[in-house]
């Protein structure tokens, strides 16, 4: 089982930087894959990237693809989303997934936190 709890959202300016954290609680780690999703308000569930946890290749949705890093600390088992350039379309509820197993392209995560709200304004 794997308790990922997500932090660092809040009210940023247009143009700027945000960085937002999800800590993993249990065993966590392995080939376990790890992704961002967001959800707009009124919109569905968009992937935004991911990785995998032990050797590390990367993916990112063509939307934020050069602007957002996705990244890993394995001393501290915490996952970060570094984003840059934000605008107001990027204002969505944000949220750090996990599966026992990283595929590349796949969209389905076992593990879910609770979501961090980031909210650009103009």
């Known amino acids: 089982q794997v308790h990922m709890v997500e932090s660092g959202g809040g009210l940023v300016q247009a143009g700027g930087p945000l960085k937002l954290s999800c800590e993993a609680f249990?065993?966590?780690?392995?080939?376990?894959?790890i992704a961002w999703f967001r959800q707009a308000p009124g919109k569905e569930l968009e992937f935004v990237a991911a990785?995998?946890?032990?050797?590390?290749?990367?993916e990112y949705a063509d939307a934020v693809k050069g602007r957002i890093t996705i990244s890993r600390d394995v001393d501290n088992n915490t996952l970060y989303l570094e984003m840059n350039s934000l605008s107001p379309g990027d204002t969505a509820v944000y949220f750090c997934?996990?599966?026992?197993?990283?595929?590349?392209?796949?969209?389905?995560?076992?593990?879910w936190g609770q979501g961090t709200q980031v909210t650009v304004s103009s």
């Open positions: 249990g065993s966590a780690g392995g080939r376990f894959g």
């Open positions: 990785m995998s946890w032990s050797h590390y290749p990367t």
């Open positions: 997934a996990a599966d026992p197993i990283f595929i590349l392209g796949t969209r389905h995560y076992t593990y």
